[in-house]
């Protein structure tokens, strides 16, 4: 599914920042929102107001909690000032702008080490309240697309699917095919792949996004080991 | 490759003795009492008889292959023991003693020692700190409890592999209440050599295994664990309880995912991913071994409930239909031609709705013509039937009506409520490998299990 493995290479290789791992991404052929990478407040940019603005930097994981997301920019002017407030902060990152995702649902896909079984992926409900009620489940990785179809109506997502539930909908068939990707880069990605969050990814109806991305990398121990 | 283990010619007990207050003496006994026809060879330095059999001082004495060696001395001394038995060429031995890594670094020396001298030979090892082996078909029982105080199960479907000894031997006491039967027991204790992996693969293509319950509290080689636990559960269902279930390795500071990646839905994940079947406790481990052994395929959702008793009819329905102390299952719609048959076969006042309730008026026969209907109509997938002794026209030839009427192809559970009859009827039940349980709850979760083993299985038909 993933055409080439330069990609994959690339990742591991490269600094795991959100634009690098979302550039793998969508060389997969998953969507993410149109984005652009600058060091200093743009003239204009490319992408229709409004945007969000996002510290892009390997050392900042936990972005929000630093400070280091703005969203629902509305002009080129205010996105010149608020780039130019979070360089104080973060004088030596770069900053990605990205064009805003409206409506949908929103949901939790990740990969996840464990030290007697490997990788796992998850899915989940998005926002705050999964850790609450527990709303997730996990399988092996490699997964088959019956696996991915089981998680969907292990959690809440399912409920969404078929008919939909309220007027919003998650298409079954394009949620296992991303789940099958994840599942296909946490495969290829053994070696150096610790943790990965896609958090949250947006479905509405066929249209998915993963809006944000983060990725914890994987040391081999000195012996070798896992 | 583990014939030798679970059908031997010879077995020797080191450490067998004569003085009851003694494992070695109580090894003895079950081998002896439990029918073992093949040659026992007790082994003490101090008697030449025990039990009225010839006692060997050493195991060099005996001058013949011996298949299953019994150690019953304490760590220490067992070292030596494994040393000879291995130089002999000893196919199995089952190491009794605690003592080991159980108690800390200078037991877990001793462990090592033991692989040691066993690596790159023949001789394999169950155990140690293991209550020991127990197989029916070849009346092999190696158990170190006093068979005054400790009932083993008949001969039957269920491999039961336990890494506790203790949980094992309380659970096969508890079943044999029923009649429920074993194909092998097998205690791996603190798991050195022999382990749960290769026994599912062996027990896969034992003609005498229907299904495979596990009491685990750890897994070491997860991938292999997993690729096999999938396999295998194919042919032969596995049902796992496993404990530990709060314990985790999940990593506080990190991803939302990691930090969500508890070792138990990890493991959850897993088992649902294998297809295999997941007990919370002793009870539930063999309940749904029974049922996945005994009974076919559950091709679909609904379920028609057979009772003399209202009140347990309509509560069963309850948890048929709900998904809060319930499987979440369908009450299947009957037929109209199945409800005119049902009214013909009943008494006026009783319900041909689906659950079918042919009050205390029912009889054996009168149950026949009921089953005959509901597997006659194809809204109806699985039977759930109350088989209730205690009403005059009812009698223990229920078991055999039932029995009848299970050959259909569809799954008939059976639930069997009181204990005047009620627990000779479980046994009749156990005789004719139709799952029978004695409440309305553990009737309905097997029936569950089952849906959920067969839907697994017809999800995955081409893969």
Redesign the interface.
């Given at each position: 599914m993933i055409d080439s493995d330069e990609t994959i290479e690339r990742l591991r290789r490269e600094p795991q920042t959100e634009f690098t791992l979302k550039r793998a991404l969508q060389e997969m052929g998953i969507n993410v929102p149109r984005g652009v990478l600058l060091k200093e407040p743009p003239e204009s940019i490319n992408i229709p107001f409004p945007v969000a603005l996002k510290v892009s930097d390997e050392n900042v994981l936990h972005k929000t909690e630093l400070g280091g997301v703005k969203i629902g920019i509305e002009s080129a002017g205010v996105l010149r000032n608020e780039i130019n407030k979070m360089k104080e902060k973060f004088p030596d990152s770069s900053f990605l702008v990205e064009e805003m995702i409206q409506g949908g649902i929103e949901i939790i896909v990740g990969l996840s080490r464990n030290p007697v079984f490997g990788l796992s992926i998850m899915l989940g409900m998005g926002g705050t309240m999964t850790e609450i009620y527990n709303d997730v489940t996990f399988r092996l990785i490699p997964v088959i697309a019956q696996d991915c179809s089981d998680m969907i109506d292990e959690v809440s997502v399912g409920r969404f699917t078929g008919n939909g539930f309220r007027g919003k909908f998650i298409d079954r068939k394009i949620l296992i095919e991303f789940l099958l990707k994840i599942s296909e880069l946490g495969s290829k990605g053994t070696d150096f792949i610790d943790q990965l969050d896609l958090n949250p990814v947006k479905i509405d109806g066929d249209k998915l996004f993963v809006l944000d991305a983060k990725i914890i990398k994987y040391i081999m121990d000195s012996g070798g080991n896992e | 490759m583990f014939e030798a283990l679970l059908k031997p010619k010879t077995i020797a007990v080191v450490g067998a003795s004569e003085n009851p207050m003694k494992i070695g003496y109580a090894i003895m006994k079950n081998l002896i009492e439990g029918g073992y026809d093949g040659e026992i060879f007790p082994i003490n330095s101090n008697s030449s008889m025990i039990l009225g059999l010839k006692a060997y001082s050493t195991i060099v004495e005996i001058g013949k292959k011996v298949d299953l060696c019994v150690i019953a001395v304490p760590a220490s001394s067992s070292i030596k023991a494994v040393r000879d038995l291995v130089d002999l060429g000893v196919s199995h031995i089952v190491l009794i003693p605690g003592g080991f890594s159980e108690t800390g670094p200078a037991g877990k020396e001793l462990e090592k020692k033991v692989m040691e001298i066993v690596k790159g030979t023949e001789t394999r090892i169950i155990g140690p700190n293991t209550v020991g082996v127990y197989f029916p078909y070849a009346k092999v029982n190696t158990a170190l409890t006093p068979p005054d105080r400790v009932s083993f199960p008949g001969a039957g479907d269920i491999a039961f592999i336990s890494q506790s000894g203790a949980l094992g031997l309380l659970t096969m006491d508890s079943i044999s209440e029923f009649g429920i039967g074993i194909s092998a027991f097998i205690n791996l204790g603190n798991r050195i050599d022999l382990d749960e992996i290769e026994l599912m693969e062996h027990f896969n293509s034992d003609p005498n295994t229907g299904s495979i319950a596990i009491y685990i509290e750890?897994?070491?080689n997860?991938?292999l664990f997993?690729e096999t636990l999938k396999r295998v559960n194919r042919a032969k269902p596995v049902v796992v309880l496993k404990s530990g279930r709060t314990k985790s390795?999940a990593?506080a500071a990190?991803?939302?995912?990691?930090?969500?990646?508890l070792?138990d839905?990890?493991?959850?994940?897993?088992l649902?991913?294998a297809g295999a079947t997941r007990a919370f406790n002793e009870v539930e481990l063999i309940d749904y071994s029974k049922v996945l052994s005994y009974s076919p395929q559950l091709k679909g959702k609904n379920i028609a409930i057979v009772t003399t008793a209202g009140g347990v009819g309509v509560i069963t329905a309850d948890y048929v239909s709900a998904t809060d102390h319930g499987i979440g299952m369908n009450l299947a719609v009957l037929k109209e031609e199945t409800k005119r048959r049902i009214r013909d076969s009943i008494i006026a006042f009783g319900s041909a709705e689906n659950p079918v309730d042919l009050t205390a008026d029912g009889s054996p026969d009168s149950y026949g013509l009921v089953l005959s209907a509901l597997l006659d109509d194809e809204n109806v997938d699985g039977i759930i039937a109350y088989a209730l002794p205690q009403t005059p026209k009812m009698n223990l030839g229920i078991a055999d009506i039932i029995a009848k009427y299970s050959e259909s192809g569809k799954p008939i559970v059976v639930g069997v409520i009181g204990s005047m009859l009620g627990t000779e009827l479980i046994k009749e039940f156990e005789n004719k490998k139709i799952p029978a349980y004695p409440s309305i709850e553990r009737t309905v979760l097997s029936i569950k299990a089952l849906y959920n083993y067969s839907k697994y299985m017809e999800?995955?038909n081409n893969?």
């Open positions: - | 750890s897994v070491d997860g991938k997993y390795s990593k990190s991803l939302h995912t990691g930090s969500m990646a070792d839905r990890i493991f959850d994940g897993m649902r991913q999800e995955r893969d």
